[in-house]
C-alpha cells in the first residue's frame, strides 16, 4: 500500500532530522510524543536532546531523572544511548538572555531591575514561546547534539510560536517605542498635519493604555533593550531559517477526539500558511477495538450473564474505535499529512523510562519489536 | 436587567465546546435567550448546530440560541475605530506597523477588547441599548488564556486610572465580580494532567481572581459495566487474552481511573462534580446533546 510505504518513509526520515518540533493543544500526551521520540533517536544511536516546558513532575520520573532544569541532564540509558533532557524556565532564559547579549553588566542590570521588564518577561505576550526559540538558536549552535526534539508551550496558535522571534525586535525597532521614549522626535518627523494628528492621536491613545507612571519605567526599559535590538533581529532572522530547513520537520500530536482533531487542523493551516515543514501526526490514546469476527470460540467461554455484559462492552469500545478511525481519517483528508503513529490508549500512563520505550516503539518500529508487542496486548 | 454571563473553560480537547452547546440548548429550552461566544478559530461550535461557520455578527444558531466568535485582530480594528472617531485616523493607525507590533505583544490589550466587547452583550450602555440575551456563554480559551482574560480588568483598572479603558476595566471588574452575573464552569476529564490543571485553575479563580466558580463538569466517564463479581469471575476463569477479556478489562480500568478522578475532585474542592459519560456512537447526536443539557442544566442553571 502506498499509504503504509509513505508513513514508514516519513518516520524514518523522522529520526534523521536535525530538529523535531512538536505541536498541538494542551492535554494531549505532546510532551509525552517529544520525550518518546528523543528516547527512540538516542537509541538509535543519535546524541539527542529533548527540551520541555513541562515541569511535570511525571516526565522527570518517566525520564529516570532527580531533577529537570533549564541546565541539561544526562537521561539513564543503556548501550551507550546519549539523551539529555532540559525543561525551559520562560523568565530565567529571558533574564539569561539579557545577560549575555546586553553590551555592559550595567545595562544587564538595568534592564533586569525595570519593573517593567519584570512584568513584561512573563506577560508579554508570546514570552514563553520566544525564549524556546532563543534557546533552539542556543543549542544549535552548540552542535552538542545531532537531534534537538522540543516540545512547545500549550498553545493552540502556531502563530504566536513561529511570530515570536521576529515578533520582540519587531516591537523594539518600531517608531511607537521610539515615540514612547520621545514623543517630539516623532512629530517632528512628520509632513503632514493629518500625520502630526494621527500620531498624536496615536500617542494619547498608549498613555491611556499605559498610564503615566509606566511610560517612564517603558522610556527606561527601551532605552536598555535598544542596544540589543540588532543581536534580537539577526538571531530571529536565524531561528526563522532554521526552523524553515529541510533538515528540521514539525510532528502534530493530538487525540482522536473531535474536538482536539479541529484544532490541529486548524494549527496545520497555520503552519502551512507560514511556510514550516510539518512531517506528520502523531494520534496519541487511540481505540483500536477491530471488528470481531471469530467470535463464536470466545464467546463460549464465558457464562451467559457476564457473556452478554462482554459483548456489550465490546460493542461500545468497537464504536469508539470506529469513530477514532474517522476522525483520524477526516484528518488525514483536511491535512494530506501521513499518521506516524497511533498509539493506543493505555489505561495507565507511561511513568517510566520502559514505558516510555515501549511508548517510542510505536513511533519508531523496529526499535524494540518486543516491546510493541507487550505494548499491544496490554490493550 | 442584565445578562447573565458564563465562562466555560478548561484544557484544550476536554470537551469546552460541547459542554457550551449543551448548555446553551438547555438554557433556551427554558426560555433564556443565549448567545454563545466562540473563541477559537475551528468551527466546531457551528457544527455542532449543523450551521454554517460563525462571523463578527451574532447569527442563529437554534431556537433562542445565537453564536458569534471573537476575532482579536477584527477586536482592535473596531475599538480603535470607534475611539478615534474619524475613520481616516484609524486607518492611518492600523495600517501602521509600530501599532500593530505593539497591540500584539503587549500583555492585555486583546484579553481587554474581548472582554469589552462581550460588556456590550452582557449589559449595552447607551441611549438605544437593547438588551438581546439573557445568558452569554463564552466557549474558552483554553485554561492559561482563560486565566490571563479573566485577570486583564484588574491589571488594567489598577494600572489606568481614568479615561475610557479604565472606566471599562472598572466596569468589567465590577461585572466579574458579581456572584449574582458572572459564573466559570471548568470542564475536565478524568485523565491525571487534566484534572492538576482543574484544580491550580480553580485555586487561582477562587482565590486571585475573585469570580464564582460552579461545581466542575467531569466530561467524558466510563459508565459503570462491570460488577466487583464480575471482575472477579473474568480473573477467575482465566481466559485473559481474547478480545473480549482485554476490552473488559480496559472498561474496568477506565471506569477506576474516573472513580478515582471523581474523588480527588470531590476532596479538593468539597464539591461533587457535575459527570458527563462517555458516549458510544461515531458522531454526537441531538438527543444525547440534550440530554448532556439535562445534566448540566439542573444543576448549573439553576
Redesign the interface.
Known amino acids: 500500500m502506498a499509504k503504509r510505504d509513505d508513513t514508514a518513509k516519513a518516520r524514518t526520515s523522522l529520526l534523521h532530522k536535525r530538529l523535531l518540533v512538536c505541536v498541538g493543544?494542551?492535554?494531549?500526551g505532546k510532551t509525552t510524543v517529544a520525550a518518546s521520540v528523543a528516547v527512540a533517536a538516542a537509541l538509535h544511536q543519535r546524541r539527542s536532546a529533548v527540551i520541555t516546558f513541562d515541569p511535570?513532575r511525571?516526565l522527570k520520573d518517566a525520564l529516570g531523572l532527580t531533577r529537570l532544569s533549564t541546565e541539561p541532564q544526562p537521561v539513564p540509558l543503556d548501550g551507550g544511548a546519549r539523551l539529555d533532557a532540559m525543561a525551559l524556565d520562560t523568565k530565567r532564559t529571558f533574564d539569561e538572555v539579557v545577560r549575555r547579549f546586553a553590551p555592559s553588566r550595567e545595562v544587564a542590570e538595568r534592564i533586569l531591575l525595570n519593573r517593567l521588564y519584570q512584568?513584561?518577561s512573563d506577560?508579554?505576550?508570546?514570552s514563553a514561546e520566544y525564549m524556546a526559540m532563543e534557546k533552539l538558536h542556543e543549542l544549535a549552535h552548540h552542535r552538542r547534539y545531532q537531534l534537538l526534539v522540543v516540545d512547545t508551550p500549550?498553545s493552540?496558535h502556531a502563530r504566536d510560536l513561529l511570530?515570536a522571534p521576529t515578533?520582540?525586535g519587531?516591537?523594539l525597532a518600531?517608531?511607537?517605542?521610539a515615540?514612547l521614549k520621545s514623543p517630539a522626535a516623532l512629530l517632528g518627523t512628520s509632513n503632514s498635519s493629518?500625520?502630526r494628528?494621527?500620531l498624536r492621536?496615536?500617542l494619547k491613545?498608549?498613555e491611556?493604555?499605559?498610564?503615566l507612571t509606566?511610560l517612564e519605567d517603558l522610556s527606561g526599559f527601551v532605552s536598555g533593550f535598544e542596544t540589543m535590538i540588532a543581536g534580537f533581529q539577526t538571531r530571529a532572522a536565524e531561528v526563522a531559517a532554521l526552523l524553515r530547513a529541510p533538515s528540521t520537520a514539525f510532528v502534530l500530536v493530538?487525540?482522536p477526539?473531535?474536538?482536539?482533531v479541529?484544532?490541529v487542523?486548524?494549527l496545520h493551516r497555520e503552519l502551512r500558511e507560514t511556510g514550516f515543514p510539518v512531517a506528520g501526526v502523531v494520534a496519541n490514546r487511540v481505540l483500536a477495538?477491530?471488528r470481531?469476527e471469530t467470535l463464536a470460540v470466545?464467546?463460549g467461554?464465558?457464562?451467559v450473564p457476564?457473556r452478554r455484559?462482554?459483548?456489550?462492552?465490546?460493542a461500545?469500545?468497537h464504536?469508539?474505535s470506529?469513530?477514532d478511525r474517522?476522525t483520524l481519517g477526516e484528518l488525514h483528508e483536511a491535512t494530506g499529512l501521513p499518521l506516524l503513529a497511533a498509539v493506543p490508549?493505555l489505561?495507565?500512563?507511561p511513568i517510566s523510562l520502559a514505558a516510555l520505550r515501549r511508548f517510542a516503539a510505536f513511533i519508531a518500529p523496529g526499535l524494540d519489536e518486543a516491546a510493541t508487542a507487550a505494548v499491544g496486548?496490554a490493550? | 436587567m442584565a445578562a447573565q454571563l458564563l465562562f466555560v473553560i478548561g484544557?484544550?480537547?476536554?470537551?469546552?465546546?460541547?459542554v457550551a452547546a449543551a448548555l446553551a440548548r438547555g438554557a433556551a429550552l427554558r426560555g433564556q435567550r443565549t448567545l454563545i461566544v466562540e473563541t477559537?478559530?475551528?468551527?466546531?461550535l457551528a457544527?455542532l448546530f449543523g450551521a454554517r461557520p460563525l462571523g463578527a455578527e451574532p447569527q442563529r444558531l437554534a431556537s433562542r440560541v445565537a453564536g458569534v466568535r471573537v476575532e482579536p485582530r477584527k477586536l482592535v480594528e473596531a475599538y480603535?475605530t470607534r475611539?478615534?472617531r474619524v475613520p481616516?485616523?484609524a486607518r492611518?493607525?492600523l495600517a501602521?506597523?509600530?501599532?500593530n507590533?505593539?497591540t500584539?505583544?503587549?500583555?492585555g490589550?486583546t484579553e481587554f477588547l474581548i472582554l469589552e466587547r462581550l460588556l456590550g452583550w452582557v449589559a449595552p450602555s447607551g441611549l438605544l441599548a437593547r438588551q438581546s440575551y439573557d445568558l452569554v456563554i463564552v466557549d474558552g480559551?483554553?485554561?492559561?488564556h482563560a486565566l490571563?482574560l479573566l485577570r486583564t480588568p484588574r491589571n488594567l483598572a489598577s494600572?489606568?486610572?481614568g479615561?475610557?479603558?479604565?472606566t471599562t476595566a472598572r466596569r468589567l471588574l465590577a461585572l466579574l465580580g458579581d456572584a449574582q452575573r458572572t459564573r466559570v464552569v471548568l470542564v475536565t476529564?478524568p485523565?491525571?494532567?487534566?484534572i492538576n490543571?482543574t484544580l491550580e485553575a480553580h485555586a487561582l479563580l477562587v482565590g486571585d481572581i475573585a469570580v464564582r466558580v460552579e461545581r466542575p463538569v467531569l466530561n467524558r466517564v466510563y459508565p459503570r459495566?462491570?460488577s466487583r463479581r464480575?471482575a472477579e469471575?473474568?480473573t477467575a476463569?482465566g481466559?485473559d487474552?481474547?478480545?473480549?477479556?482485554?476490552?473488559?478489562r480496559?472498561?474496568i480500568?477506565?471506569r477506576r481511573?474516573a472513580e478515582r478522578h471523581a474523588g480527588r475532585l470531590r476532596r479538593a474542592l468539597g464539591t461533587t462534580p457535575v459527570v458527563l459519560p462517555?458516549i458510544?456512537?461515531?458522531?454526537?447526536s441531538a438527543p444525547q446533546l440534550d440530554a448532556a443539557a439535562r445534566r448540566l442544566c439542573g444543576t448549573l442553571l439553576a
Open positions: 493543544t494542551g492535554g494531549v511535570a511525571r512584568q513584561l506577560e508579554l505576550g508570546g500549550p493552540a511570530a515578533r520582540l519587531e516591537l518600531t517608531r511607537a517605542v515615540l493629518i500625520g494628528v494621527a492621536t496615536l491613545a498608549l491611556r493604555w499605559t498610564g509606566l493530538t487525540t477526539e473531535p474536538d482536539a479541529a484544532t487542523i486548524e477495538f477491530p470481531l470466545e464467546e467461554q464465558w457464562p457476564l455484559k462482554l459483548l456489550a462492552n465490546y461500545d469500545l464504536t469508539l470506529r469513530r474517522r490508549m489505561t495507565e500512563a496486548a490493550v | 484544557k484544550g480537547g476536554v470537551g469546552k465546546t460541547t477559537a478559530n475551528d468551527g466546531r457544527q480603535f475611539l478615534l481616516l485616523l492611518r493607525l501602521s506597523t509600530s501599532f507590533a505593539l500584539a505583544a503587549a500583555p490589550v480559551p483554553a485554561t492559561g490571563a494600572m489606568v486610572p479615561g475610557p479603558i479604565g476529564i485523565e491525571e494532567l487534566a490543571e459495566r462491570f464480575d469471575e473474568l476463569l481466559h487474552d481474547g478480545l473480549l477479556a482485554t476490552a473488559a480496559f472498561q480500568a477506565a481511573e462517555q458510544f456512537t461515531v458522531a454526537l
